[in-house]
């Protein structure tokens, strides 16, 4: 079996090779044969790709430990569900995890274009088959998932999986943050293919549409499925650290967020064509760099992989990509450019502009601070790094007038914007906002940001009701509706419009979440059984401490009891936990704090076990309250709901 | 028009940059070696330091009474530095692992606000256990 899965790697290599070959062949000679004969070895590539990963996957479940891999993260107690999650838990799984994805969207490509866009396919097929030969010679020959252990004896049970891994949102998120990441290689492959053709009109962007909204959803659930499960489980009470690699999964966020409005411009005003290739080019460069960041060692990370020689290599693929898209962009350039010039300031193109520009300049930004200590270090000798207030004294005055650029945005005319309609469509929204700002300050709060924050998120949301209301009052009016059901209508007769508001409202909400933040309260205490603590209005007692013997851990189980106002509110049972615990190596024992929380719209109270005293039973507890959190978590189903609004198919188009 | 907009654009893009170029002046930490401190010699106190190393064997101190107590000494090579730490330690903390630190020398001791550490042997992914210093937006 190990021979198979390593073999199947080989062969497929051996068809990347020949498929891009067949492609050139073709596009020099034109034999249509040559083509079809390429589109088939593409499919073999990922098909192969698909057996390769079945195999380790077989493997993974039937724990063979002759395999490196499996004995590394695996064991013989670990979970079936985790055996499966295994594939991404370490270096060259995920690496196959990678190619995986890549080639489950190759095969759709392929078979979904197989009657359409003759000039760009084979151009698509050669792209995807270049990145897919990129990760076959990475699990080949650098980072191969089947090598046999190197051990003399059999090896009986295996490492098995950080107990932190273990945990369904921890399944999920790599998985989904995946789909996003290589999901944006497919409006790379079709931007690359417009180039090389010179087929620049808007036919490349409205094939990849849906391509680029999946992909962004994807990685937009992915940063929020991980910012929710190190809240959840990670015991620090937060859900983003502006670590670098939290930081390498935002930026082609950001960018892709850029692109995916800017391609709007292109499609219904044929503007902004050299910037959208620009755009799509750099987020799948960002994505590749993520990946590098992730696994190179050059940034410290918390979350990164142990250093490995797939740094240089990473390196030389994101040169080759940068060098062969600025060669082909130069080349087209005159051919890019557009006819059409701007208006007006006051105009929809305008503001789709602007967004861009705070974008791309956030995700500089964001850059700039993840690589300031590579920077300095090669610049000035020193290593200096800057830490979260960087980001946030960055990324906060920028977020808000993203924000506000989010309500000002969808109500401006294309082209040009006459002064009546500016007064009949905002005046009504800045009325709200401004009372939603002066509320905030009656109720004391008196900081800057979160006073503007709250006033702007007043405004967008009455922008948003507005419309909504506008476009359901026509329909009631002409149709004679009942206004539930124009409001579906105007919905489904438009998806992405009114997809694209319900996301904004759905920012609208995450932003509120990020303001309670400026409001969290927090304090640590040394407490024995009995004694009695003040948080933020809540008054905690420290009822008892229990201890439990679990199949793969021991725990302490601490009872609080809070209350508030004097009487009983709730309570919560956070534990100390020690898996592994009857490990004789004592390294080998890992301790962990399961958190224990209640949430509620308004706040939460997190609660965190932090170390007991087996002598003296004084235990270490930490309690957060974190205001208006939930608003972040509902803000993402929104986002997830507006999207695949937008996303679902309507009847006319494909 | 396009030229205008060139120019509202370059002026946007500009302010950016100055404004990155402030927040890295206001917010930069230097990463040094235990050895570097040296350096500064007699004019530590009040200076914010993020110092990575690993924690010495044996020397994590654990006050009885008050578990947020907690005195360690991390070391780099031949170089050693007491740190004090008043917090929850992050659950990976213990004899050997790689941690970074970050806080400021009081009367010539480290007092650490921020604790983390890095898993280095067990497990390949890393995960974060961090304790972070409350950044309010």
Redesign the interface.
């Known amino acids: 079996m190990v021979v198979y899965g390593a073999t199947l790697l080989n062969i497929a290599l051996g068809l990347a090779v020949l498929t891009i070959g067949l492609m050139v062949v073709y596009l020099r000679k034109g034999d249509y044969r040559l083509f079809l004969t390429g589109q088939r070895t593409a499919l073999g590539i990922s098909f192969l790709v698909f057996l390769a990963t079945i195999v380790l996957v077989s493997n993974l479940l039937k724990s063979n430990f002759s395999i490196d891999y499996v004995a590394k993260y695996t064991s013989l107690e670990t979970p079936f569900v985790y055996k499966l999650t295994a594939l991404w838990a370490g270096q060259s799984g995920s690496l196959l995890f990678w190619l995986f994805i890549l080639s489950v969207y190759a095969t759709i490509v392929v078979l979904q274009n197989r009657f359409r866009y003759h000039q760009l396919m084979p151009y698509v097929i050669s792209v995807m088959a270049t990145i897919q030969l990129f990760f076959l010679l990475m699990v080949n020959f650098v980072a191969n998932p089947f090598n046999p252990i190197d051990a003399v004896v059999p090896v009986i049970d295996g490492m098995g999986l950080n107990p932190l891994l273990q945990n369904p949102t921890m399944a999920i998120h790599p998985p989904i943050l995946y789909l996003g990441y290589v999901g944006f290689s497919v409006p790379f492959a079709f931007a690359l293919a417009a180039l090389f053709s010179n087929r620049l009109d808007a036919m490349w962007v409205r094939s990849i549409r849906r391509w680029t909204l999946f992909a962004w959803l994807a990685l937009g659930c992915g940063i929020i499925l991980g910012g929710w499960w190190a809240y959840l489980e990670l015991g620090w009470g937060g859900y983003w650290a502006w670590d670098p690699v939290e930081n390498a999964s935002l930026m082609p966020w950001l960018t892709g967020t850029a692109f995916v409005h800017s391609i709007i411009i292109q499609e219904k005003k044929n503007m902004l064509r050299v910037w959208n290739m620009v755009l799509i080019i750099t987020t799948f460069v960002l994505v590749i760099f993520g990946t590098f960041l992730t696994r190179s060692g050059i940034v410290s990370s918390v979350h990164s992989f142990t250093e490995s020689s797939l740094g240089p290599m990473f390196l030389w693929f994101l040169l080759l990509i940068i060098a062969v898209s600025v060669f082909l962009i130069i080349l087209r350039l005159k051919d890019l450019r557009s006819e059409k010039k701007m208006e007006s300031f006051i105009s929809r193109e305008s503001g789709f502009l602007f967004n861009n520009v705070i974008f791309v300049s956030l995700c500089f930004a964001v850059f700039w601070g993840t690589l300031f200590p590579v920077i300095s270090e090669a610049v000035r000798g020193t290593k200096v790094t800057v830490g979260a207030p960087f980001f946030n004294q960055i990324a906060v005055p920028m977020g808000i007038i993203l924000l506000l650029l989010t309500g000002i945005g969808p109500l401006l005319a294309w082209r040009h914007t006459s002064r009546k309609s500016l007064v009949r469509n905002f005046s009504i929204p800045v009325v709200v906002g401004l009372i939603t700002f002066l509320i905030s300050f009656l109720f004391g709060i008196r900081s800057l940001y979160p006073l503007m924050t709250i006033g702007i998120s007043g405004f967008v949301t009455g922008t948003l009701v507005m419309e909504f209301y506008r476009g359901i009052r026509v329909r009631v009016k002409k149709f004679d509706e009942n206004p539930f059901a124009a409001f579906i209508r105007i919905i489904s007769k438009n998806r992405s419009r009114y997809g694209g508001y319900i996301v904004h409202l759905g920012i609208v909400l995450m932003f509120i979440g990020f303001v309670g933040k400026a409001f969290d309260e927090d304090n640590e205490w040394a407490l024995k059984v009995g004694d009695q603590v003040e948080l933020a209005g809540y008054s905690i007692t420290l009822t008892n401490v229990e201890e439990e013997e679990r199949p793969n851990h021991y725990a302490w189980i601490a009872s609080l009891k809070i209350e508030k106002n004097g009487e009983h509110f709730t309570d919560l049972y956070p534990e100390k936990r020690i898996y592994f615990h009857n490990n004789p190596d004592p390294n080998r024992r890992q301790p962990h704090s399961e958190v224990d929380i209640y949430s509620s719209f308004k706040e939460d109270i997190y609660s965190i076990f932090g170390s007991i005293d087996t002598e003296t039973d004084v235990i270490s507890l930490k309690i957060m309250v974190n205001r208006l959190i939930m608003m972040v978590w509902i803000g993402g189903y929104l986002l997830l709901i507006g999207t695949v609004i937008a996303l679902w198919p309507s009847k006319l188009s494909v | 028009?396009?030229k205008?907009?060139t120019v509202?654009?370059v002026a946007?893009?500009l302010l950016?940059v100055f404004?990155?170029a402030m927040?890295?002046e206001?917010?930069?930490?230097?990463?040094?070696t235990i050895g570097e401190l040296e350096n500064y010699q007699g004019k530590l106190d009040g200076k914010r330091f993020?110092l990575?190393g690993n924690v010495q064997e044996g020397s994590i101190v654990?006050d009885?009474?008050?578990?947020?107590l907690v005195e360690f000494i991390i070391e780099q090579g031949e170089e050693t530095l007491p740190v004090n730490y008043h917090?929850?330690?992050p659950?990976?903390f213990?004899d050997?692992v790689e941690v970074?630190v970050?806080g400021e020398f009081v009367n010539g001791t480290f007092q650490a606000d921020n604790l983390?550490t890095?898993c280095?042997?067990?497990?390949?992914?890393?995960?974060?256990?961090?304790?972070?210093?409350?950044?309010?937006?």
């Open positions: 028009m396009n205008k907009f509202v654009i946007v893009v950016v404004w990155v927040g890295v206001r917010n930069e930490l230097p990463y040094a993020r990575g654990r009885k009474t008050n578990p947020l917090k929850i330690t659950d990976m213990k050997g970074i970050e983390m890095k280095a042997s067990r497990y390949e992914g890393d995960i974060r256990q961090t304790q972070m210093t409350e950044t309010k937006l």
